[in-house]
């Protein structure tokens, strides 16, 4: 049963910090990886979708890298901002139109 | 473009009772999946529809149910309400199939009595 653990739970940060967000999957048979972030009391958005066969996907100040064979996939935010503080969220899919979400890590930018 | 929508926002009912949530997906899009997400579980797939067919079923209850209408519209019935079943139920979609860039709704804040 594929299990997805993101660490740390929670992050506090001065503005314009590097920061790295990780995560964790137990089966390694997975089709694609997605990050998403959630502002409070609202839905998700989608920030990255790596396929299996990718490395690594950029947008902007975000960079997500993906190793199949470790298990695990990292979150990189450049440069943080305010705006950024919001809980992010990993999901892995093995090709069934099922995503398993990971646990969370919520994360705090302060000016 | 207007996003997925979904209504009621916040919804607070009595155990036993049922209820119905809905959700229009971005329009183009034929793929709608429903998530349950709770502070303790986190966040656990319910169903997902493509074409009016469930495609994929999570480990619910079978008092959870949804259906699809030939627009995408998609729906989802809680019958026979716990306390438990208190959430924010969130509805995605996408144009083929979950495997692609997902796009969520705001959600349906269930408040159970």
């Known amino acids: 049963k594929q299990e997805v653990t993101q660490i740390p739970a929670a992050l506090s940060v001065p503005e314009g910090e590097n920061l790295v967000l990780n995560c964790s999957f137990t089966?390694?048979?997975?089709?694609?990886l997605q990050w998403f972030r959630q502002d409070p009391g609202k839905g998700l958005t989608s920030l990255l979708l790596?396929?299996?066969?990718?490395r690594e996907q950029t947008s902007g100040r975000l960079n997500a890298s993906l190793d199949k064979s470790s298990g695990r996939s990292t979150l990189y935010i450049a440069a943080s901002q305010p705006g950024d503080s919001a809980t992010y969220l990993c999901a892995v899919n093995h090709n069934t139109d099922k995503l398993i979400f990971g646990t969370g890590t919520r994360l705090q930018v302060f000016p | 473009k207007a996003g997925v929508t979904q209504t009621p926002r916040y919804l607070i009912k009595t155990r036993g009772q049922q209820v119905t949530l809905s959700c229009s997906p971005i329009?183009?899009?034929?793929?709608v999946s429903w998530y349950q997400q709770t502070p303790g579980q986190g966040l656990q797939f319910l169903f997902e529809y493509f074409s009016e067919t469930q495609r994929n079923k999570g480990n619910f209850p079978g008092r959870f149910s949804g259906r699809q209408f030939s627009n995408s519209r998609s729906e989802m019935n809680v019958s026979t309400l716990e306390l438990g079943d208190s959430a924010l139920y969130l509805c995605a979609s996408s144009f083929r199939t979950a495997n692609e860039k997902l796009f969520f709704g705001s959600g349906t804040q269930l408040s159970v009595l």
């Open positions: 089966d390694s048979a997975i089709y694609n």
């Open positions: 790596i396929q299996s066969s990718q």
């Open positions: 329009s183009g899009h034929r793929s």
